[in-house]
């Protein structure tokens, strides 16, 4: 009987993955690793020495064109054509009524040309859009172009990430900006260099050719060996991302919410000339008292909050976990969750420690207490 099942789609680095024994896993139609062996000490070494990610996952939609920085800020909620060359933005891009699509960075590589890179479970649905409103709003002025098959992508994100980088590159990483791409050589090897992440540590991404990503990785390791990197899996990358208070698409944002919903109105410029998709619903949420607000929240018992469970205000429901897992850093468990903004404030003013009947999280039937925190549960030190 043959197997009717969709293929996996392999990165470049999967074989490496194989070799390292990693627990492999499909996301997003992709096999990727979700740990190589203890997701904690995974997490660890990336808080207190550097990790080494597969990202090669994301997709990557190249804008291009006289006409790319216009097709850009009226496809998404930003203004790409204020960017510098080299720059790059934390940005989104919505539905007409507000809802979001996914959300981006976007590098401006050249002054015409664009690197949009996209979450690997919507790359179709935002490579569509963007394709549909350029043509739209500048029919002859910008191309776009799916290239996920032509780069590989590996993170090196940690406290020692500068360390074990600088000796390998020609790139000055002290004059490297964040939220910056460069052309650099990496062990030999050209590749764009860019300083973001999603683990709330400064880091490196580096997009390089396919045929380059495993020796790249392999380089990488050797050089560091000696301040403690390790490969890191989706396990660990999720809970670094959930201490440092970054949203996960299909979890903190989803189409059903607006950016002004996550408290990331800020990513919506309403001030920049002429429309964009989603403008005019933006405009009156922007307006609007919220419902709901996105808040922290940290477990005052060992039992943990999961996605989907209820949040509980003297023992009514009044809003969702959407992220929840033990934290190593912490040593407690800890959420995200959209609440009812009046119980938010209500829970800001009584304080910790207001008794187990007020705020808590119905984890399988138990009303387990929990405190309401700033975001982010984590910063890494100055």
Same mark, same amino acid.
């Given at each position: ?7 996996l ?13 990693a ?25 207190? !020495?550097?990790?080494?990610f ?9 804008? #291009?064109?006289?006409?790319? $920085? ?5 496809a998404?909620?930003?203004?790409p054509?204020a960017l510098?060359?080299?720059? $790059? ?13 996914d ?12 690197l949009?890179? $996209?979450?690997? !479970?919507?790359?179709?649905t935002?490579?569509? =859009?963007?394709?549909?409103?350029a043509g ?11 290239? #996920? ?17 600088g ?8 004059t490297?900006k ?9 062990a ?8 973001t992440?999603y ?5 490196? &991404? ?15 390791? $050797? ?11 989706? !396990?660990?990358? +999720?809970?670094?991302?959930? &201490? ?14 607006t ?5 990331l ?17 933006? !405009? ?6 919220p &419902? ?9 018992s ?6 989907g469970? +209820? ?10 976990v #959407? ?22 404030? &209500?829970a ?9 009947d007020?705020? =808590?999280? +119905? ?6 207490p929990a ?10 030190? =100055?």
């Open positions: 009987m043959t197997d009717s099942r969709p293929q789609r392999r990165t470049p680095l999967t074989s490496v993955h194989e070799r390292l024994g627990t492999l896993t499909d996301f997003a139609g992709w096999l990727m690793p979700l740990r190589y062996g203890s997701e904690t000490a995974e997490h660890n070494a990336v808080r207190t !020495a550097a990790g080494l597969d990202l090669s996952h994301m997709g990557e939609i190249m804008v #291009t064109g006289p006409d790319a $920085a216009a097709a850009l800020d009226y998404l909620v930003g203004q054509s510098a060359p080299g720059r $790059a933005r934390y940005t989104m891009i919505c539905a007409p009524d507000g809802g979001i699509l959300d981006l960075i976007v590098y401006r590589l050249a002054g015409e040309e664009f949009v890179v $996209a979450n690997a !479970a919507n790359t179709d935002v490579l569509n =859009a963007l394709t549909d409103r739209t709003h500048t029919p002859a002025g910008a191309k776009v172009a799916d290239r #996920t098959a032509d780069y590989a992508l590996i993170a090196l994100q940690g406290p020692n990430a500068a360390r074990i980088l000796p390998m590159t020609d790139a000055g990483l002290a490297v964040y939220y910056a791409s460069y052309p650099a050589a990496v030999g090897h050209q590749i764009l260099l860019a300083r992440g683990t709330g540590e400064d880091g490196f &991404e580096l997009f390089t050719a396919p045929q380059d990503a495993e020796p790249l990785w392999d380089a990488l390791t $050797a050089a560091g060996a000696a301040s403690g990197l390790a490969p890191a899996g989706l !396990a660990a990358r +999720d809970t670094l991302r959930l &201490e440092a208070g970054m949203p996960l698409y299909g979890n903190e944002l989803g189409p059903n919410l950016p002004f919903d996550a408290g109105g800020r990513v919506v410029k309403l001030d920049k000339p002429g429309d964009f998709v989603g403008r005019a619903a933006l !405009a009156d949420r922007a307006q609007a008292k &419902e709901r607000e996105l808040v922290g929240l940290v477990g005052r060992r039992r943990v909050p999961r996605h469970y +209820d949040v509980l205000w003297d023992r009514t429901a009044c809003g969702k #959407t992220s929840g897992a033990p934290s190593p850093t912490l040593g407690r468990p800890i959420a995200m969750a959209y609440v009812a903004s009046d119980v938010a404030s &209500e800001r003013e009584a304080g910790p420690g207001s008794g187990p007020r705020l =808590a999280v +119905d984890v399988r039937g138990n009303a387990e405190d309401l925190v700033p975001l982010p549960f984590y910063r890494r030190p =100055a």
